[in-house]
């Protein structure tokens, strides 16, 4: 069966391409790459570069983090910037976060052929590579035959190094950007065979990434590249965060992607998993009725504003009594109705797929990712303020640094919408690379700038 005809949503690469005869061929086909994978044990980690940063010493500082970050400047004069993640194009966007100028794109994947040939080379990553690329194919507005090489990217504290999780590659990296060229420092595979979000503390010391296949969550040294630690997850780990406090890691796992709407039941656990991040143990997991999808949570860590697979619309948790408190559940755009007429057409079982918090915590900009709308949401009513028209497929959403305008990633058109969240209006469009996905906030010294 070819890949024009059916989908192939992102999620466990280990499985059946097409259709699924039984379950029992499914969990046979698990097993046998499993047995004969002895070679993922010898996970690659390849220092390059000496890091020649420092961490900036942690304290803690109840200001606004756009605020915290510009007390630990390395340098005056450092930029607030927005790191877009071009996931097909293999590059990084960096735009000024608040004239919105491009400032310069970064490629991440200088080494495309030299780890390419090593999948081809192995003849167990070279069938998962394939399976990962097809599960990425989406059945409509879809850039290049699943090819994914950018998921997430972060930027260390003191702006001099850029992390990326590298996707289908499987792997994550780092590139000191304060050197021309934006030398390598370390690349290393990540569990399994796909590398999925990322979230990185406040301090700079604990970098975590999905290793989506294994149902595992790494956490790298950052200045090593050395994975050293991980802890499970429920079915197909996606978005990772740290709590406002950096105490505690939340991952929200997706469910099994391969499988489609009508064996909804069987996609495994769809589940938000909190993790001490001193200790890396699991203190309390939360399940939910389909996949979790973009989530914010709150500084206290009371609530969580949560998107799941299927739903056109949020969520709000209640992260003290462990369950729904309100659903916001929005009417399906005449764009959506048209062009995804069922759920088999959803992008990876997404209805909505993009989700950022005001500064304020007044309001969310949530990203109708079939809809091709953004809507403004109150949280103290869960209902939409007003929704707008935008690009295809709205697929991420970050907050700026003085919380007054959302970053949304429209993956369909190659661009990134400014919304102001007090006018639910569209401030500007920038033109970045093939197929933007996730974006990030960071700081950038002048120095650094000056080298894009």
């Known amino acids: 069966m070819s890949p024009e005809n059916t989908t192939f949503p992102t999620g466990h690469v280990l499985a059946v391409p097409g259709n699924m005869v039984t379950k029992l061929t499914h969990v046979l086909f698990l097993a046998t790459l499993v047995a004969c994978a002895t070679k993922q044990d010898e996970a690659s980690t390849e220092p390059l570069y000496p890091m020649g940063t420092s961490d900036p010493a942690k304290k803690k500082d109840d200001a606004p983090p756009g605020e915290q970050a510009k007390k630990s400047d390395p340098a005056p004069g450092a930029r607030d910037v927005l790191l877009v993640g071009n996931s097909v194009a293999g590059t990084v966007s960096v735009i000024d976060a608040n004239s919105l100028d491009v400032l310069g794109t970064i490629d991440v994947l200088p080494d495309r052929a030299a780890r390419l040939a090593e999948i081809d080379d192995d ?57 021309a060229g934006h030398p390598m420092l370390w690349h290393t595979r990540v569990d399994g065979y796909k590398a999925d979000h990322a979230t990185l503390s406040k301090d700079g010391k604990m970098l975590v990434v999905s290793a989506t296949t294994e149902d595992l969550v790494d956490v790298f040294d950052p200045k090593t590249g050395k994975i050293v630690g991980t802890f499970a997850s429920g079915t197909s780990p996606h978005q990772n965060d740290f709590s406002d406090d950096g105490k505690h890691i939340y991952n929200g796992s997706i ?34 009725p389909e996949g979790v999808r973009p989530t914010v949570i709150t500084p206290d860590e009371k609530k969580a504003y949560v998107q799941l697979s299927y739903l056109n619309g949020v969520v709000e948790y209640d992260l003290v009594k462990g369950k729904i408190g309100r659903t916001l559940d929005e009417p399906l755009s005449d764009f959506a109705k048209k062009t995804y007429p069922s759920r088999d057409d959803y992008p990876h079982d997404s209805a909505h797929h993009g989700l950022a918090m005001s500064g304020d915590g007044a309001r969310l900009c949530d990203c109708g ?31 700026s640094p003085d919380g007054k305008r959302c970053f949304v990633s429209l993956s369909g058109d190659g661009t990134v919408a400014a919304i102001d969240y007090a006018t639910a209006s569209e401030v500007k469009r920038v033109k970045v690379g093939t197929f933007p996905q996730r974006s990030r906030i960071g700081r950038m010294p002048q120095i650094v700038v000056e080298k894009l």
């Open 123 to 179: 003849p167990i990553r070279s069938i998962a590579y394939s399976l990962v690329k097809r599960n990425q194919i989406v059945k409509h507005f879809e850039p290049h035959e699943g090819d994914r090489f950018v998921d997430d990217v972060l930027l260390s504290p003191d702006g001099g190094t850029l992390y990326v999780s590298r996707s289908n590659i499987g792997d994550v990296a780092a590139f000191d950007l304060t050197k």
């Open 255 to 288: 469910g099994d992607m391969t499988l489609p709407p009508s064996l909804d039941a069987f996609k495994g656990d769809r589940v938000i998993t909190v993790v001490d991040a001193a200790t890396l143990k699991v203190v309390r997991t939360y399940e939910f």
């Open 369 to 399: 990712t079939i809809d091709n709308t953004i809507s403004i949401v109150s949280t103290s009513s869960m209902t939409v303020e007003k929704t707008i028209e935008t690009g295809n497929v709205p697929y991420w959403a970050t907050t």
